[in-house]
């Protein structure tokens, strides 16, 4: 008796002298290229180097994607497919604070597709209690330990199909959340939501039926139009998040009626414009473009020109924009704005416009004498911004900006503009 009790305690000793050797030479590689460590395996046979390598890879990129993750001592990470899909810190946070306004009460939370478990970390932090769903079994294990050491309180980890789980699951909770995976199973990425898993237009109503809000993570390359009319009108609230001007999310707050009213949220970084769809632009929609004026007319009364960050394009909100920044749009395809004077925290890149001119050859010659650098940029312009540099004989860089675009009288038209001033 007493030989198996020492014989079990000398085992576990075992494992967890291994497991502390594992850490400390993660912690002490975990800044080097992973691929050289891989070649350098045979030098550490008593390392499990399998794992060794997936949690300094996954650290290296929660560096930046998840600092709250690598600055905390235990955590776990997953394979290197589940880091590339999990949420950013920022995008976490984001939806933390979507749910805080959006739930009335904090009760009860769960997500029905964990995966690793990022945005039910922060999610969670503000619901007395919390379910947490996901298949896979790895995962559960990885985020079991994970919201441990996060102190994430009141959790329960199940490892099953969400919505099989809440078909099971008689309560109503305050919040579901629900993140359908989009890859197939060739690992090929989808984007509508019928090719998801789970397919949420298929248990819409069933989601509405099992909690007071529900909030759907969706492919940021799906178009909102097309998603609204999928879940059938039952969307309050369509959030496009984007990092450093590249979108990364779009959010669906679904409710339990249909509405034809639904608040647009167009996020970069800290950057945030709302806009109401059907909200009316102006009296007469022709207000917000340009009239039909020549490049000599746009050069002598307009002196900035914006480039609406990518949530905004994303959105298609480009009228509303214009007229609630009191600015003009060159054209209809064009995503292009002008202003005579500079609109202050506009949410996008804003320009110092030059000059304008066609692509006229004498023209070019003129107005592009002396610029040997310049960042070429094309908005609806038969070219392509590779083709256009190669045609105007330009290297890239420097503070010029060159930009191709398309007038209201389908002109092919140039602004040569610089950065400097703003």
Not at 59 to 84: C, E, H, V
Not at 239 to 265: A, F, G, M, R
Not at 269 to 286: C, M
Not at 376 to 387: C, D, G, S, T
Request: net charge negative.
């Amino acid at each position: 008796m007493f030989i198996g009790i020492n014989y079990q305690l000398s085992i576990i000793n075992y494992q967890l002298k291994k497991l502390m050797e594992v850490g400390e030479f993660i912690k002490e590689h975990r800044d080097l290229d992973v691929r050289n460590l891989a070649l350098q395996a045979d030098k550490f046979p008593d390392i499990d180097m399998k794992y060794a390598l997936m949690q300094i890879e996954g650290w290296q990129t929660a560096r930046n994607k998840l600092p709250l993750y690598a600055d905390t001592d235990g955590i776990i990470f997953p394979p290197s497919i589940s880091m590339q899909q999990c949420s950013s810190q920022f995008t976490a946070e984001y939806k933390k604070e979507l749910a805080d306004r959006i739930c009335s009460d904090k009760i009860s939370f769960i997500d029905i597709t964990g995966g690793f478990g990022v945005d039910f970390s922060f999610i969670a932090q503000s619901f007395s209690k919390n379910v947490f769903v996901e298949i896979q079994p790895n995962l559960c294990e990885i985020a079991q330990n994970n919201f441990n050491i996060l102190n994430i309180q009141n959790t329960k980890v199940v490892c099953m199909d969400g919505i099989e789980y809440l078909k099971q699951d008689t309560q109503h909770f305050s919040l579901i959340f629900a993140d359908p995976a989009r890859r197939d199973s060739y690992g090929r990425k989808m984007v509508a939501i019928s090719d998801c898993q789970p397919d949420i237009s298929e248990h819409l109503h069933f989601l509405l039926q099992h909690a007071d809000n529900v909030i759907i993570k969706l492919s940021p390359m799906l178009d909102w139009h097309k998603a609204v009319g999928d879940l059938e009108k039952h969307v309050s609230e369509i959030h496009i998040v984007s990092v450093d001007n590249e979108c990364k999310e779009l959010l669906l707050v679904l409710c339990q009626e249909k509405t034809e009213k639904i608040d647009i949220y167009c996020i970069n970084n800290n950057d945030k414009t709302i806009f109401y769809a059907g909200e009316e632009t102006a009296n007469d929609v022709n207000d917000v473009y340009l009239n039909n004026e020549g490049t000599k007319n746009i050069q002598d009364t307009y002196k900035c020109l914006y480039l609406p960050n990518t949530s905004l394009t994303k959105s298609g909100m480009f009228e509303q924009l214009a007229y609630k920044t009191n600015t003009k749009i060159l054209a209809k395809n064009s995503h292009i704005i002008l202003s005579k004077e500079r609109i202050k925290d506009f949410p996008g890149r804003i320009l110092e416009i030059e000059n304008v001119c066609s692509m006229n050859g004498k023209q070019l010659k003129k107005y592009l004498s002396g610029i040997d650098n310049a960042n070429i940029m094309v908005r609806n312009f038969p070219l392509k911004a590779e083709q256009l540099k190669k045609k105007l004989k330009m290297k890239d860089g420097g503070d010029k900006y060159i930009i191709g675009t398309t007038d209201r009288l389908n002109n092919h038209i140039l602004f040569i503009c610089n950065s400097n001033n703003f």
